[in-house]
């Protein structure tokens, strides 16, 4: 069934308007009396088509319930900047897996040295790989990709979730293994294609973000994301 996101839906005068009308009715050719999803702050909404003008479509909710698509923990990807098209790969991936939100950060050996305009012009093509990525893979959301941030902006975003974590393979850090299991919000900062400078892991830690490692294999940046990820979720009981 087509999934559509519209956080402004309401239950009680269920229209789409705007974009929707176009895809619905002239890219998808859907007609009255066919089905679609909306998707609107978690909560998935089953529909019949009532009615399509030129600039609304009119819909019959049928059934909703929150979206059990969702995890059931918050994770903020802090991922330095990578270079070339990695970025994209990234935010695709770890969207399906389940992130909440994608936070692009400038660190001293990101090779992409990209200035924060350059990158404020090519965020709308983020947000829509974004979406793409939430449709096809079922979410209730779709998570946002924010603009890009310093590390000690970052930093300072990490110390309000739960469990920040940092991924690095120096000495005095955990293995995942040890990662609490029970929270709700955790913050994963991952290093590019250089990793971190020992400087930024202290500036990190000493905000309270933990070093952890993934065992004693090098992941290349755009696999690391997906790595701890999956073993969060799965931790969490988000894989099960």
Not at 63 to 88: H, I, M, R, Y
Not at 128 to 133: C, L, N, R, V, Y
Not at 199 to 220: D, K
Request: include cysteine; proline fraction near 5%.
């Amino acid at each position: 069934m087509p999934r559509f996101f519209e956080d402004s839906f309401s239950p009680e005068q269920p229209v789409l308007r705007g974009a929707h009308v176009r895809h619905i009715g002239f890219s998808l050719r859907m007609r009255p009396g066919e089905q679609l999803t909306v998707c609107s702050c978690g909560t998935d909404y089953a529909c019949e088509i009532e009615d399509i003008t030129q600039d609304a479509v009119y819909l019959h909710i049928l059934s909703a319930e929150s979206c059990c698509s969702e995890p059931t923990v918050s994770v903020t990807l802090f991922q330095a900047l990578p270079k070339s098209d990695k970025l994209e790969q990234i935010i695709q991936k770890t969207i399906e897996l389940g992130v909440t939100e994608i936070v692009p950060v400038l660190t001293r050996r990101c090779i992409s040295r990209m200035s924060s305009g350059d990158f404020q012009k090519k965020l709308p093509r983020y947000q829509k790989i974004a979406q793409a990525a939430a449709q096809q893979s079922g979410r209730g959301i779709i998570p946002a990709v924010a603009p890009l941030h310093t590390l000690e902006m970052a930093a300072e975003r990490m110390r309000s979730l739960e469990v920040p974590l940092v991924l690095y393979e120096g000495e005095g850090g955990i293995s995942f293994s040890e990662v609490r299991s029970d929270a709700k919000s955790y913050g994963l900062c991952i290093g590019s294609e250089g990793g971190f400078d020992p400087e930024e892991i202290e500036l990190l830690t000493a905000q309270g973000v933990q070093t952890v490692w993934l065992g004693r294999r090098i992941l290349r940046c755009e696999t690391a994301p997906l790595t701890a990820l999956s073993v969060l979720m799965f931790r969490t009981g988000n894989l099960n």
